[in-house]
């Protein structure tokens, strides 16, 4: 079966930066689209990226757009996440998700129950 495995969480200052790695296992991680998501203590969890299969795509929510870069690496199976300038209002749960193409391999999927695996996340915390 597949898994996703989130690392590189951690504490950073404000203005700091911090690169999330997710590694999927199998063989199949190329068919998937692959997203980013988040969640705040008291608040829904949100999208944050979504990257193509072949990378050639991307997607970010408005408030981290100029701040957070998605990449992936299909013959390494992970998809990264860079963020830099980080904000007090970026600390969350991070997770990474991935999607078969059920709906298509056109169409972006970015609510969570679109998403077909996911990872346990890691914790992000930015200090003032």
């Known amino acids: 079966q597949v898994q996703l495995v989130e690392s590189g969480g951690g504490l950073v200052q404000a203005g700091g930066s911090l690169r999330l790695s997710c590694a999927a296992s199998?063989?199949?991680?190329?068919?998937?689209?692959m997203a980013w998501f988040r969640q705040a203590p008291g608040k829904e969890r949100e999208l944050v990226a979504v990257?193509?299969?072949?990378?050639?795509?991307?997607y970010y929510t408005d408030s981290v757009k100029g701040r957070f870069t998605v990449s992936r690496d299909n013959a390494k199976n992970t998809v990264y996440l860079q963020m830099n300038s980080l904000k007090l209002e970026d600390t969350a749960v991070y997770y990474c998700?991935?999607?078969?193409?059920?709906?298509?391999?056109?169409?972006?999927?970015?609510?969570?129950?679109?998403?077909?695996?996911w990872g346990q996340g890691t914790q992000v915390t930015v200090s003032s």
């Open positions: 990257i193509s299969r072949n990378g050639g795509s991307t």
């Open positions: 998700a991935g999607d078969v193409g059920s709906r298509g391999i056109y169409y972006t999927p970015r609510v969570e129950y679109e998403y077909d695996y």
């Open positions: 199998g063989r199949t991680f190329s068919s998937f689209a």
